[in-house]
Nanobody, 115 residues
């Protein structure tokens, strides 16, 4: 059974930095496009960033510059580095793994940015 397990969320002060991790139990992890999405309270889930099997990255326009997605295929893990955190970054962050027709989601990790 495929599992994506996010970690690294918590309570962080504005201006701080954080790295989220997603560990995937995928036998062919390196072939999957991995992504981070987030859902703020009362809002729809939205794309944050993706990284392809070849390492090409894509970011939502609003997140360019503060967010960095990376992957370690040896550890079956994808990361999301977030800098200069803002209260509006508060959301549940979800990990996604996609390699058509397979598509998997984690259960999410809550990030709260507040002083």
């Amino acid at each position: 059974q495929v599992q994506l397990v996010e970690s690294g969320g918590g309570l962080v002060q504005p201006g701080g930095s954080l790295r989220l991790s997603c560990a995937a139990s995928l036998s062919m992890f390196s072939l999957f496009t991995m992504g981070w999405y987030r859902q703020a309270p009362g809002k729809q889930r939205e794309l944050v960033a993706t990284i392809t099997s070849g390492g090409r990255t894509n970011y939502a326009d609003s997140e360019k510059g503060r967010f960095t997605i990376s992957r370690d295929n040896a550890k079956n893990t994808v990361y999301l580095q977030i800098n200069s955190l803002k209260p509006e970054d508060t959301a549940v962050y979800y990990c996604n793994a996609n390699h058509w027709p397979e598509d998997y989601w984690g259960k999410g990790t809550l990030l709260t940015v507040s002083s």
